[in-house]
């Protein structure tokens, strides 16, 4: 139920301040958490032996990291590289 939650704002995070334009950057941070969140998965299936499970962690992980990567190019976030 937690992580449901903690995913779900993690797309809320993505989506709302790239599409209202405000505050872009809180979208790197939300890719950030969302890169957290699958780490954190992964690991949590290899240690039950549930290797096999984690392709869509990684999928998920590798698409959150271009997220976080495209935006932080972009001169509208303004951050400090």
């Known amino acids: 139920m937690l ?3 903690v995913d ?10 790239a599409v209202l334009r405000i ?6 941070f939300a890719a950030y958490g969302i890169i957290a969140l ?3 998965a992964i690991i ?3 240690s039950r032996g549930e290797a096999k499970n984690i392709g869509f ?22 951050i400090p590289h």
């Open 3 to 5: 992580t449901g939650v």
């Open 8 to 17: 779900l704002l993690g797309g809320i995070g993505i989506l709302l301040p």
């Open 23 to 28: 505050r872009p950057v809180l979208t790197v």
């Open 38 to 40: 699958m780490a954190i």
């Open 44 to 46: 949590f299936h290899v």
């Open 57 to 78: 962690n990684i999928f998920v992980l590798s698409l959150a990291a271009f997220v976080a990567w495209g935006r932080q190019k972009g001169p509208e976030n303004n």
